[in-house]
């Protein structure tokens, strides 16, 4: 299960150590990765930085793997 803290902007937050994919528009919200401390992945979104899930990268590959597979595409939106 990832978990969610709030970070202070300055906190833990190296601009270098965030990636985003090279197929995010300049103007769109993208999704950021970096790596976290042992084997820890870090999530956030680009208009809200703020905000950084944790994750390990096992439990994020089952989830990349299960939303490719369509697992999640029954979800309803807002």
Not at 33 to 51: F, K, N, Q, T
Request: hydrophobic share 35%.
């Amino acid at each position: 299960m990832a978990s969610s803290r709030n970070y202070d902007k300055e906190q833990h937050m190296d601009p270098a150590s965030w990636r985003q994919s090279s197929y995010c528009q300049e103007s769109a919200s993208c999704v950021n990765v970096a790596a976290g401390e042992r084997d820890s992945i870090m999530l956030r979104e680009s208009e809200h930085p703020e905000v950084v899930l944790s994750t390990t990268r096992a439990r994020l590959r089952t989830f990349i793997c299960a939303a490719k597979a369509g697992r999640f595409d029954h979800v309803a939106g807002p």
